[in-house]
């Protein structure tokens, strides 16, 4: 006998049912990719090496995480159960919402930033909470915490910030751990290596604070998804029970302790792409495109009404851009990846080929830098 056919699928949660689908943009295999904030050359040889040698019987065994996050604990001078490795920051973000937003919990989000902390958090019963940038994008310190009240459960605050590249200073940050002591606060570092600048330090004497780091930025290694969460021991034993034990893979650990080693790779690729910037801030201020002062690994420009086709523009001249005009308060705004001084000397022409070709008038936008 047939099976019979069931016309009706089971309904998610009402507030999964809610949420928007987040559909990052593929990238062209030719293009250079200067769209997601990624290492635009490759990881350290030393990883190339540890991956060449990976055996097939090694890939028959789950992964063991701890071993290597003792290696990176001592790396970053916390205990090693003050660190839990993750499947990239994004993972990070996930768990840790799961193990504090509960039902009339609050998020505090100063936007625009990350969009994944919005698309974790909507999948929680927890209330978003935005709180909106300056109007020239700077951190919103006194709005935040304006909005801090006893439902307000987490803080999150990338730090520098995407798609802006601003930042909170360690004073401020200090200040929202102490006006929301019943609240993690978050700060999200996955630019922390072009910035340089760091609140690990203050682990022990914030209880509440949380720091992420990636591995995918930096370090070149988006791919292999591996990023991790930094906290009080009593933090970390919550924040592991939602963790799966097995969502770094045993490809990704194994190259980890090799990526740490290489300082003298990390170090020049920093170096570059600090050089890079500084670049191509000029020569977007020559050609008359507003941009805002970045401390991360790109640069977020005005390119007004017309920042669809300037971003078609570039995608068919081979450098693909984000367009980052749905975030909040950035109509008409488009974030650019930073990389060598090569690749953004060749970014820069491509951009004033298509200001001039697309007749964006750049200088009329606003009037500034010109
Ligand atoms: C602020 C911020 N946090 C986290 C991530 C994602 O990091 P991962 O690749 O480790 O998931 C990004 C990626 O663009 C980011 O901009």
Same mark, same amino acid.
């Given at each position: 006998?047939?099976?019979?056919?069931?016309?009706?699928?089971?309904?998610?949660?009402?507030?999964?049912?809610?949420?928007?689908?987040?559909?990052?943009?593929?990238?062209?295999?030719?293009?250079?990719?200067?769209?997601?904030?990624?290492?635009?050359?490759?990881?350290?040889?030393?990883?190339?090496?540890?991956?060449?040698?990976?055996?097939?019987?090694?890939?028959?065994?789950?992964?063991?995480?701890?071993?290597?996050?003792?290696?990176?604990?001592?790396?970053?001078?916390?205990?090693?159960?003050?660190?839990?490795?993750?499947?990239?920051?994004?993972?990070?973000?996930?768990?840790?919402?799961?193990?504090?937003?509960?039902?009339?919990?609050?998020?505090?989000?100063?936007?625009?930033?990350?969009?994944?902390?919005?698309?974790?958090?909507?999948?929680?019963?927890?209330?978003?909470?935005?709180?909106?940038?300056?109007?020239?994008?700077?951190?919103?310190?006194?709005?935040?915490?304006?909005?801090?009240?006893?439902?307000?459960?987490?803080?999150?605050?990338?730090?520098?910030?995407?798609?802006?590249?601003?930042?909170?200073?360690?004073?401020?940050?200090?200040?929202?751990?102490?006006? =929301?002591?019943?609240?993690?606060? &978050?700060? %999200?570092? $996955? +630019?922390?290596?072009? !910035?340089?600048?760091? /609140? @690990?330090?203050?682990?022990?004497?914030?209880?509440?604070?949380?720091?992420?780091?990636?591995?995918?930025?930096?370090?070149?290694?988006?791919?292999?998804?591996?990023?991790?969460?930094?906290?009080?021991?009593?933090?970390?034993?919550?924040?592991?029970?939602?963790?799966?034990?097995?969502?770094?893979?045993?490809?990704?650990? =194994?190259?980890?302790?090799?990526? &740490?080693? %290489?300082? $003298? +790779?990390?170090?020049? !690729?920093?170096?570059? /792409? @600090?050089?890079?910037?500084?670049?191509?801030?000029?020569?977007?201020?020559?050609?008359?495109?507003?941009?805002?002062?970045?401390?991360?690994?790109?640069?977020?420009?005005?390119?007004?009404?017309?920042?669809?086709?300037?971003?078609?523009?570039?995608?068919?001249?081979?450098?693909?851009?984000?367009?980052?005009?749905?975030?909040?308060?950035?109509?008409?705004?488009?974030?650019?990846?930073?990389?060598?001084?090569?690749?953004?000397?060749?970014?820069?022409?491509?951009?004033?080929?298509?200001?001039?070709?697309?007749?964006?008038?750049?200088?009329?936008?606003?009037?500034?830098?010109?």
């Amino acid at each position: 006998m047939a099976e019979p056919v069931i016309a009706v699928s089971p309904a998610p949660r009402a507030r999964v049912r809610a949420m928007k689908e987040y559909h990052p943009p593929l990238g062209s295999r030719d293009a250079m990719r200067l769209d997601f904030n990624e290492n635009t050359v490759a990881c350290s040889p030393a990883v190339s090496r540890v991956l060449a040698q990976i055996s097939a019987g090694a890939l028959t065994r789950y992964p063991e995480r701890e071993p290597v996050e003792a290696i990176i604990a001592a790396h970053l001078g916390v205990e090693a159960a003050q660190v839990a490795l993750t499947n990239g920051v994004d993972e990070a973000i996930h768990v840790l919402f799961q193990a504090f937003l509960d039902a009339g919990d609050e998020l505090l989000l100063p936007v625009p930033t990350y969009t994944m902390y919005e698309v974790y958090a909507s999948a929680t019963d927890a209330k978003i909470v935005a709180v909106q940038a300056t109007n020239d994008f700077e951190f919103p310190f006194e709005r935040l915490l304006a909005a801090i009240t006893p439902r307000t459960k987490i803080i999150a605050i990338a730090n520098p910030n995407s798609p802006v590249g601003s930042i909170a200073t360690r004073e401020q940050i200090v200040e929202i751990a102490r006006r =929301a002591p019943q609240a993690i606060i &978050l700060v %999200d570092e $996955a +630019y922390f290596h072009f !910035y340089g600048k760091t /609140v @690990l330090d203050l682990l022990g004497t914030l209880p509440n604070l949380v720091v992420a780091r990636t591995f995918s930025k930096a370090y070149g290694l988006a791919g292999l998804r591996v990023g991790l969460l930094a906290s009080s021991l009593e933090n970390m034993r919550w924040i592991r029970r939602v963790l799966s034990p097995y969502s770094v893979n045993s490809v990704a650990l =194994a190259c980890l302790p090799a990526a &740490l080693e %290489d300082t $003298a +790779y990390l170090d020049n !690729y920093i170096a570059e /792409v @600090l050089a890079a910037r500084a670049k191509f801030e000029s020569a977007l201020d020559k050609i008359g495109i507003r941009r805002w002062p970045s401390r991360a690994n790109f640069v977020l420009v005005e390119i007004g009404p017309r920042h669809g086709e300037f971003v078609r523009h570039m995608n068919a001249a081979g450098v693909l851009v984000r367009d980052r005009s749905s975030d909040p308060g950035c109509d008409g705004c488009v974030r650019i990846t930073v990389g060598t001084r090569e690749q953004m000397r060749r970014a820069a022409e491509v951009i004033e080929e298509a200001a001039s070709t697309l007749d964006l008038n750049v200088r009329k936008i606003r009037g500034i830098n010109a």
